[in-house]
């Protein structure tokens, strides 16, 4: 990789000037890095506006500087500048081959880090704590059909001993008059608990019924990932639900109450279902990033 001089300040037009030398088109450079060419325009006036927000703006400027055999960390630093993250005399400091760093009393590779790992950070808490939602989710459904499942159980034998019981007074009622009459209610003593376990195990199978078809009522979210690609599902109260960086091949299952607003990026590498149907991402894509609100 190609480092740049050290007598020369970083600038965007560098990157311009680098294609041109190697004899490269807009084109051709948007056709290698799946971007369009306004967006190799935009980076090389360093117009970030005209990108789809920081962390998508920071990996088209590192893969474009890596593509042109260039090193990321002097133009990394000047988003960093322009975000207001570093003091604006950074971009003037000159960057130094021998060392392969920044002098250190501006070095943008290490000020670039905090927010690398910051970012980095960021997707983590926000995997984890949608996989425990999700988990809890669960655990707690499961819970809830053991408890209405087993509540039947324990009501039976309190039944049974009753039926027993006003049988038995029965019996010793009619054996009074004669030995004759006392034989028909003891023959039909036994048919009362036997009726009551059939009448009490149609509850338990009911109410499951009712759960499973309510959790299967609810809509779902399918993506599909052709290649990689960022994606931001946010719920109606604004909570984000889903954000992670997935990998070409993974298909993300979400299932929950809408209406969901989500940020698809490389939109042109996703499938999108919603509710059993696919969803055409082209209408609400711009500069492969597509914005869009699931009713």
Known sequence: ?????????????????????RGLSLSQVSAQLKLTPRQIEAIEHGDLSALPGAAFSRGFVR????????DPAPFLALIDVIEGHEPAGISAQMYSPSLGR?????????????????????????????YFRWFEAREETALQQGEVQSEPVSEVPASAPEASAAASAGAVGASEPGAAMSAAPAASAPVVPA????????????VAVAAQSAANSLPRIVLGFDGESWVEVRD??????????????????????????????????VKLSWKGKPVDLLPYTKGDVARLTLQ
């Open 236 to 269: 109606a109260s604004a909570k984000v639900v889903f954000g992670r960086l997935s990998q070409a091949g993974v298909v993300q299952e979400i299932q929950g109450s809408g209406p969901f607003t989500l940020v698809i990026g490389n939109a042109p590498k």
């Open 195 to 206: 009726s009551a376990p059939q009448a009490g195990q149609s509850v338990p199978v009911a």
């Open 102 to 130: 920044m002098p250190s009393s501006g070095n943008p590779r290490f000020s670039a880090l905090p927010a690398a790992l910051l970012v980095l950070l960021l997707v983590i808490v926000l995997g984890a704590g949608w």
């Open 63 to 70: 893969n474009y500087a890596r593509f042109l055999q260039l």
């Open 1 to 21: 990789m190609r480092q740049i001089p050290s007598e020369q300040v970083v600038d965007w037009a560098q990157l311009r000037a680098e294609r041109e030398a």
